[in-house]
Nanobody
């Protein structure tokens, strides 16, 4: 079945960086656009970024452009989210899933705090 395992979260100081990974299985990874979402405490889950199957095109919410970079390695069935210049408001659980898909992983917690 379709599965996603997110990793790479942790505690980081403001201005720091993290790289999240999403290991996918149970489907032909390279043929699906993929997305990163996040859910901050007390808020609804929101789209962060997306990437096409071949990785040629990407999309970011306006507020994150220039700080976050989405990428994928289809040979490893893995997607990444490089996050730079992190801010306290980036604190959230980060999830990955197929574009339009219904399966979610358990997420990885990112905490930005001094």
């Amino acid at each position: 079945q379709v599965q996603f395992v997110e990793s790479g979260g942790g505690l980081v100081q403001p201005g720091g960086s993290l790289r999240l990974s999403c290991a996918a299985s149970g489907f032909t990874f390279s043929t699906y656009p993929m997305t990163w979402y996040r859910q901050a405490p007390g808020k609804e889950r929101e789209l962060v970024a997306s990437i096409t199957g071949a990785g040629a095109s990407t999309y970011y919410v306006d507020s994150l452009k220039g700080r976050f970079t989405i990428s994928r390695d289809n040979g490893k069935n893995t997607m990444y989210l490089q996050m730079n210049n992190l801010k306290p408001e980036d604190t959230a659980v980060y999830y990955c899933k197929q574009w339009g898909g219904v399966y979610w992983g358990k997420g990885t917690l990112v905490t930005v705090s001094s």
